[in-house]
């Protein structure tokens, strides 16, 4: 390809080039031989980045791929997380979230809601709604890419991304386990339910101590259903629901705080404000200089 726009990164390029940048410094700077060899990874992926530049598929899984690929590395770079947040703290700070749980909401939540609804059918569903994160986002993504093109699922991705990368960002600084690790699983009735075991059975596989402070999976999801919603106000009232559900199951199934679930609420808005901020801002560079791209 050739010709200076084919060749400039897309926003999400920079956002997940910033991501690896400020994390394999953190690791070269405060983690030893581990840190150093995290920190070569990242080096080599953000150089990959810079190569992506002038691969601009318009169509098909290619054109998915180049606009959604930051997404598709978030679970590799989640599995890091539980060794990049013992280099700048040996601490967990689920004291701290403890105590604002009780000043906000007088209580402990992520206790309390599923000793005050102990019914199997909904803990069910609520699990459910905790299962289903894992199809809200490539519902925000596919979905926009299927009813208005290329360019609203890059929008979307872009904010998907950059909520899981401040999430994770976050994790490094201050980690949180989360009740999982500091609380008794849930027993009686609701421990027996089918969704519950399938549920809790990944989490005890697949899950990086230290990542509860904000919830990544509320911010995420969120901020790709409010971006979806921008480009195609259908998908944000058919995901409405289903965002809300794993909204409440995060904290009835004791996996987050009831303040990591607001502060991943929080964030998701926040991320997708800022994004269309910096988007606004461009747009008016962009006219300013006479209809040319910005630098």
Not at 130 to 159: D, N, S, W
Not at 164 to 182: H, Q, W
Not at 200 to 207: A, F, N, P, Q
């Amino acid at each position: 390809m050739s010709g200076g726009g084919t060749r400039r990164l897309l926003p999400v390029d920079r956002v997940a080039i910033g991501y690896f940048g400020c994390t394999g410094l953190i690791a070269l700077v405060f983690g030893g031989l581990t840190g150093a060899g995290i920190a070569a990874a990242h080096a080599i992926a953000a150089f990959g980045i810079t190569r992506l530049a002038a691969w601009r598929p318009r169509a098909g899984l290619a054109a998915v791929a180049r606009g959604a690929y930051a997404v598709l590395l978030t679970p590799l770079l989640y599995a890091e997380l539980a060794i990049l947040n013992r280099f700048l703290t040996q601490r967990y700070f689920d004291a701290t979230v403890q105590a604002w749980d009780a000043a906000v909401f007088g209580g402990q939540p992520s206790i309390d809601l599923s000793a005050w609804l102990p019914w199997l059918s909904f803990s069910e569903v609520l699990h459910l709604g905790y299962f289903g994160y894992y199809a809200i986002i490539p519902a925000t993504i596919l979905g926009v890419f299927a009813t208005r093109g290329l360019e609203a699922l890059q929008r979307t991705a872009l904010a998907v991304a950059a909520a899981f990368f401040v999430s994770y960002l976050i994790f490094m600084f201050f980690p949180v386990a989360g009740p999982r690790y500091e609380f008794a699983q849930i027993g009686g009735e609701i421990g027996e339910g089918t969704l519950f075991g399938i549920v809790h059975g990944i989490l005890e596989t697949g899950s990086s101590k230290g990542t509860a402070f904000p919830s990544s999976h509320i911010a995420a999801s969120l901020a790709g259903v409010v971006a979806a919603g921008r480009e195609d106000r259908r998908w944000f009232w058919l995901l409405l629901i289903p965002e809300l559900a794993l909204t409440a199951g995060t904290v009835y199934g004791r996996f987050h705080y009831a303040t990591d679930a607001l502060a991943g609420i929080l964030l998701g808005l926040l991320v997708c404000a800022a994004l269309r901020a910096a988007e606004g801002a461009a747009a008016g560079a962009r006219a300013a200089g006479g209809g040319q791209p910005a630098a």
